[in-house]
């Protein structure tokens, strides 16, 4: 079945760096748009970056400037790199797929941001 794994997160001080991935493993088909979601305590459940199966990007305006998403097909793998982090970045962040059978997602992965 298909399957979406991330990694990449922890902990962080402000103004730090961080890359996460989602690799999407089981899919007979091709993925079209893949997502970075993100959910703080509390809070509701948020797009954060967008990537089209053709490389269009779109990014919440709180990450503008400083998130940027990518994806290499060939590996069937998402990216989002995360500069100068905030500590109301601090989330659970889950990537994911629409693939024409249906939208799958991860586990998600905790980032932290400590001031």
């Known amino acids: 079945q298909v399957q979406l794994v991330e990694s990449g997160g922890g902990l962080v001080q402000a103004g730090g760096s961080l890359r996460l991935s989602c690799a999407v493993s089981?899919?007979?088909?091709?993925?079209?748009?893949m997502d970075w979601y993100r959910q703080a305590p509390g809070k509701q459940r948020e797009l954060v970056a967008r990537?089209?199966?053709?490389?269009?990007?779109n990014y919440a305006d709180s990450v503008k400037g400083r998130f940027t998403i990518s994806r290499d097909n060939a590996k069937n793998t998402m990216y989002l790199q995360m500069n100068s982090l905030k500590p109301e970045d601090t989330a659970v962040y889950s990537c994911?797929?629409?693939?024409?059978?249906?939208?799958?997602w991860g586990q998600g992965t905790q980032v932290t941001v400590s001031s």
């Open positions: 089981g899919s007979r088909f091709s993925i079209n748009n």
């Open positions: 990537i089209t199966s053709g490389g269009t990007t």
């Open positions: 994911a797929a629409g693939i024409s059978i249906g939208t799958y």
